[in-house]
């Protein structure tokens, strides 16, 4: 049983160790760190603020984490507005 209980703990740190080494090889670990703000989205859609650009900004934090777009900003932009002509 101690044995047991000794190769569940050392389950577990590399559970703990290969999910840190995940997270710290993610492009981006905020929405904060987006190549744009939500006034660089406003403006290069010319639209007024609303739910809509948090939607947005977290459709683009999603897309660059999952490594389908690169984070800069006129990357982000050009999805941006293919994104509002879908919404």
């Known amino acids: ?3 047991y209980q000794r190769k569940d703990r050392v389950s ?6 290969e999910a840190l080494i995940r997270y710290e090889g993610l492009p981006i670990k905020s929405i904060r760190e987006l190549a ?8 290069g859609l010319d639209k007024k603020p609303g739910p ?3 939607k947005l900004l977290k459709e683009l934090e999603l897309k660059v984490v999952l490594g389908n777009i690169d984070n800069n900003k006129e ?3 050009e999805i ?5 002509e879908a919404m």
């Not at 941006?80 to 509002?84: C, P, S």
């Open 75 to 77: 990357s982000l932009l």
């Open 52 to 54: 809509w650009l948090g």
């Open 1 to 3: 049983r101690n044995n």
């Open 12 to 17: 577990k740190e590399n559970k703990v160790e």
């Open 36 to 43: 744009v703000t939500g006034n660089d989205v406003m403006t």
């Open 80 to 84: 941006a507005k293919i994104e509002m």
